[in-house]
């Protein structure tokens, strides 16, 4: 399967700071990413589909203005969480669309933490 | 409104058995189904699939039972080993599109 990093894997900030994920297409191009975020013993969550050179679509109750997605290019898009606060506090993945659609490629995943 | 269950927040199978990890819909538009594992502070990995037009799938240990009358799917590993320990996600895909949703999980455990 493809390969996908994502950078920080895991980030403390103090309340009110902004914070940026990177996710990575490693291995080949990515004209769809999907962030998701996942609470402590909760499922994954769909926030939103980015499509490279596009708008990202978001999910309903997910901030758009909170929560900026940029995917700029086909392995690159990040996501970040503006204005940060304890509550946002999560695990957040990444995951590339696979060419057949079928499948789709998480990241490691980035644990934020917000004091 | 949860449109993929997975009933059994956790399941404990001594080592050699089978483990059975089940899944519901509810919306009868999704057409693919997937299995993840997933470890602690990691992302998920794709396991196994299945196509609406299958009701069975097997590779390796693993395989995966789709009854689309009683929008129920099982995912069966056999035998079980102490490294499946792990979170399984169901997830379901809908035919407009690659969106997955996803279950919340069953946490399998495999005593030695």
């Known amino acids: 399967g493809a390969v996908v990093s994502q950078h920080p894997s895991w980030v403390i900030c103090k309340s009110g700071t902004s914070v940026k994920i990177e996710c990575r297409s490693l291995?080949?191009?990515?004209?769809?990413m999907f962030w998701y975020r996942q609470f402590p013993k909760q499922s994954l969550m769909l926030m939103a589909t980015s499509n490279e050179g596009s708008k990202a679509t978001y999910e309903q109750g997910v901030e758009k203005d909170k929560f900026l997605i940029n995917h700029a290019s086909l392995t690159l898009s990040t996501l970040t969480v503006t204005s940060a606060h304890p509550e946002d506090s999560s695990f957040y993945i990444c995951?590339?669309?696979?060419?057949?659609?079928?499948?789709?490629?998480f990241g490691p995943g980035t644990r934020l933490t917000v004091l | 409104d949860q449109q993929v269950k997975q009933n059994s927040p956790s399941l404990s199978v001594q080592e050699g058995r089978i483990s059975i990890l089940n899944c519901d819909y509810t919306n009868s538009m999704f057409d693919y189904f997937l299995w993840y594992k997933k470890y602690p502070a990691e992302g998920p990995t794709f396991l196994i699939s299945?196509?609406?037009?299958?009701d069975k799938n097997e590779d390796g240990r693993f395989t995966v039972f789709l009854n689309k009358s009683a929008k129920h799917l099982s995912l069966h590993i056999v035998p079980s080993q102490p490294g499946d320990s792990a979170v399984y996600f169901c997830a379901a895909r809908g035919n407009a599109g690659n969106m997955l949703t996803f279950g919340g999980g069953t946490r399998l455990m495999v005593k030695p």
């Open positions: 299945i196509s609406s037009i299958k």
């Open positions: 995951a590339q669309g696979g060419l057949s659609y079928n499948e789709q490629f």
């Open positions: 291995d080949f191009q990515a004209t769809t």
